[in-house]
């Protein structure tokens, strides 16, 4: 079955924790994607990433971190250093045809 | 001026109904457009691609101003399961693949 997972679907962090997301994908595309949504917000750019070994910071990416050692994974770390972590986090896929594909998406809560 | 905006609604509409969406842009230079849909704590999900000639899938048809810089939704004969949020999706172009989300127009169809 191919597509895009992302874990867990619910993750709670206490403050000063360090958190992982997982995300993988079997589409075999080259590029992948973190995004941010707020509750009635769009989706903001944190970290992306167009190859192995590579990526790049979007639009917020302080107090996260991510990497690329595998193409079918992209984990993103939420550090303590990110004060307002509450969000629901998707990952998302873009492979030649530049459509993006998306993970469903894990939603973060703090304690 | 945001990169791409658009009307956040909602757009409250009863069943049966027609309804259209802007989306505009601000980079001339833009090469694709996407419309996506959302649905409730769900992830977002390709629509339809927006082509120069335009688009027609079943009851849905999108369309691009270049012109005036705008994309254009429009749903024929709505039905209640077409309630969620519709982003509207720019790829810059010129050798950037990365998207700008718009922050989606919320639609709700009534019996």
């Known amino acids: 079955d191919g597509g895009i997972t992302q874990s867990p679907k619910y993750l709670f962090r206490k403050e000063g924790q360090n958190v992982t997301l997982s995300c993988e994908q079997n589409?075999?595309?080259?590029?992948m994607y973190w995004y941010r949504q707020d509750p009635g917000q769009g989706l903001r750019l944190i970290y992306y990433?167009?190859?192995?070994?590579?990526?790049q910071k979007g639009d917020i990416a302080e107090g996260y971190s991510v990497s690329r050692e595998k193409k079918e994974s992209f984990p993103l770390t939420v550090t303590s250093a990110q004060k307002n972590p509450t969000a629901f986090y998707l990952c998302?896929?873009?492979?030649?045809?530049?459509?993006?594909?998306f993970g469903p998406g894990t939603r973060l809560l703090v304690l | 001026r945001k990169e791409v905006e658009q009307d956040p609604g909602p757009f409250n509409v009863p069943e049966g109904a027609t309804v259209a969406f802007n989306c505009t842009y601000s980079?001339?230079?833009?090469?694709?457009f996407f419309w996506y849909r959302q649905d409730c704590r769900k992830e977002p999900k390709l629509l339809m691609s927006?082509?120069?000639s335009g688009n027609e899938d079943g009851r849905f048809t999108a369309q691009l101003n270049r012109a005036s810089q705008y994309i254009s939704l429009l749903i024929r004969d709505s039905k209640l399961s077409d309630s969620a949020t519709y982003l509207c999706?720019?790829?810059?172009?010129?050798?950037?693949?990365?998207?700008?989300f718009g922050r989606g127009t919320s639609l709700i169809v009534h019996p």
């Open positions: 998302a896929t873009q492979g030649s045809g530049e459509t993006q594909y």
């Open positions: 589409l075999n595309h080259d590029a």
């Open positions: 990433s167009q190859i192995v070994n590579d990526f």
């Open positions: 980079n001339s230079a833009s090469q694709s």
């Open positions: 927006v082509y120069s």
């Open positions: 999706v720019v790829i810059p172009g010129g050798g950037s693949y990365i998207p700008t």
